[in-house]
């Protein structure tokens, strides 16, 4: 495998709205980022990931761009961001901006355009089709309902699997790809190392519309059907990487959910659309079609299981991006341990997993700290269009709203978006003014500034995970080093070697509460990390505590 600048290294997300208000308007900013870049290189992360910031309504939280060329006033300036560019090279940190180019806002120059003038150049923008027919097809929404919405003021309407406020772009217009890489490759210029890509997989829709076999009530069809016999994307990923990033060098993750296994080479090999993309495979176990409500939760048996089919299928081809959580899904200590098991020892132990399997691991802001989910008391506090969604969703399944709230508290995007916490003053630390959205009130025990001196704090222990990452006698085997499973059948036991050319660590991991025994492969070791303060072993035999993670290099 060729080696790439992006291999060893650990990125970071940050969801700026949340993430540092330094103007006291309860709004996250650029500035923030800026104040904050010392503590993120103190963690040890090489790559930042921004969620957007360009100029946006905000309907989907800047997923939604009216401006592709402009920062968004609330978040800063052009200024700002090339301070933050600059600032970042200066401690060796990467920066990658959110390419959202499967739409654009509804208040985009383009769209307004198309409005204007449905028949000129902007009208093929965008997918308007004549309203006289009824709805060209029944796809859902990802945010609910059909796809189709009026174009205002015409007999029109525009296609747009998300939001009403995102329209798809046209990319089968080769001027819309043009537009789109002109913009890529301006950002490129002022010295970004990359791209994380939004929802890309959407870009290829299966044309003529049609319908597919409805699967709700509600006589719509999931655009997953959609998506699994659009073919050819790979045309315009390998175009839009040839005229922009490979030019760079730059590093590109890819969020693409629906990618078949024969396609994983396509994606992610030597030649592959991306540098790398997230390994979804947790996230996605377990998740139903008809919403939320009906989704299985995952177990740790199935998490092991999930981890290890993804490490095997993708290892002789390339790399996953490793995730526990993002702005679109709950908090992973909240997601992957069980309900009433979720403390710093088991906090430590899923981070070893997810910093020790082989991969470029994403940590999400606040991850480092342990935050956990919001425990929301009224849908009332409830910003994020999807889960507003969901919770409709669960209430005409025939939910109670008890029971619906129960269910989108477990799911909510939002249990991810509170802010930040970096101190127990008010509002966390995260602002002087009222956080746009409420601040997890676990933060008087949960937050930066009680962790970051603390030498048993979660914090301190994700400090060593991403320095044994780096450190010269194992970074070549924690990068490289095959993921081989041990003891694959022994329950709740998530361990697994990682073979390197001169070295071979077994990462063992007790993913439940109550003490498991574990037989060696050798007697012979070094104990690299643990995260717990005792070591019980018998001969070749360790007894592990409940969520006891060890870190060993076999002698
Ligand atoms: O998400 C793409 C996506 O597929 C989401 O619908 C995801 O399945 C959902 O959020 C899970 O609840 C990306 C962004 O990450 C998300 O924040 C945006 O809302 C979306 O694209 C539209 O741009
Ligand atoms: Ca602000």
Redesign the pocket.
């Known amino acids: 495998m060729k080696k790439k600048w992006w291999h060893d290294k650990i990125a970071y997300q940050i969801y700026p709205k949340s993430f540092y208000d330094t103007n006291g308007d309860g709004i996250g900013d650029i500035q923030g980022i800026i104040q904050k870049l010392d503590y993120l290189s103190d963690l040890g992360i090489d790559i930042i990931w921004l969620?957007p910031v360009y100029l946006s309504p905000l309907a989907?939280?800047g997923?939604?761009i009216a401006d592709y060329y402009q920062i968004d006033p609330r978040f800063g300036t052009m200024e700002d961001m090339d301070e933050l560019i600059a600032e970042a090279k200066k401690r060796g940190i990467y920066i990658l901006m959110?390419l959202?180019v499967?739409?654009c806002s509804d208040e985009h120059e383009w769209f307004q355009k198309a409005i204007a003038d449905p028949e000129g150049k902007y009208g093929k923008f965008f997918y308007l089709e004549d309203a006289k027919n009824g709805l060209p097809c029944n796809w859902r929404s990802?945010?609910g309902g059909p796809c189709w919405e009026p174009l205002p003021g015409t007999d029109k309407l525009y296609l747009h699997v998300?939001?009403k406020k995102?329209p798809d772009l046209n990319w089968e217009n080769p001027e819309v790809r043009e537009e789109i890489y002109k913009n890529i490759n301006w950002w490129l210029d002022k010295g970004l190392g990359g791209f994380r890509i939004?929802?890309i997989?959407?870009i290829k829709k299966a044309l003529p519309f049609r319908d597919y076999p409805s699967d709700r009530s509600d006589g719509l069809s999931s655009i997953h059907n959609m998506l699994k016999e659009a073919d050819g994307i790979g045309d315009f990923l390998q175009e839009m990487k040839h005229r922009t990033f490979a030019k760079y060098d730059a590093f590109t993750v890819g969020?693409v959910?629906d990618a078949k296994p024969e396609e994983l080479e396509d994606f992610v090999g030597e030649e592959g659309h991306f540098s790398t993309m997230f390994d979804f495979t947790t996230?996605c176990f377990g998740t139903s079609e008809k919403g939320w409500y009906d989704c299985r939760q995952i177990t740790p048996e199935d998490y092991k299981e999930c981890c290890f089919s993804s490490q095997e299928a993708i290892q002789d081809i390339g790399f996953y991006a490793n995730v526990i959580e993002?702005?679109?899904?709950p908090r992973g200590v909240s997601h992957y341990l069980p309900e009433g098991e979720v403390n710093n020892t088991s906090k430590k132990m899923l981070a070893t997993i997810n910093i020790m399997l082989r991969g470029i691991p994403f940590l999400y802001q606040g991850q480092e700290l342990g935050m956990e989910n919001m425990p929301f008391k009224s849908i009332d506090e409830i910003d994020d269009?999807?889960t507003l969604d969901?919770y409709k969703t669960a209430l005409d399944a025939g939910l109670s709203e008890a029971e619906a709230l129960k269910v989108i508290s477990r799911?909510s995007?939002d249990n991810a978006r509170t802010p930040m916490q970096w101190s127990d003053a008010p509002a966390a630390g995260f602002t002087t003014g009222t956080p746009w959205l409420r601040v997890n009130p676990n933060y008087v025990s949960i937050n930066a500034a009680a962790q970051v001196h603390d030498e048993d704090s979660v914090f301190t222990y994700y400090k060593k995970l991403i320095a044994l990452r780096k450190h010269p006698e194992y970074k070549d085997t924690v990068v490289y080093g095959k993921t081989i499973p041990y003891l694959r059948e022994q329950k709740n036991l998530m361990a697994f070697y990682r073979k390197g050319k001169e070295k071979t660590l077994l990462i063992l991991t007790n993913y439940q509460k109550d003490p498991q025994s574990v037989k060696l492969p050798s007697e012979k070791y070094r104990v690299l990390l643990n995260n717990c303060s005792t070591l019980n072993q018998k001969g070749d035999f360790i007894t592990l505590e409940g969520y006891q993670a060890l870190v060993l290099e076999l002698l």
């Open positions: 969620s989907d939280q997923y939604d959110d959202v499967n739409h990802y945010f998300f939001h995102q939004d929802a997989i959407n969020e959910f996230v993002n702005h679109d899904e269009i999807n969901e799911y995007r």
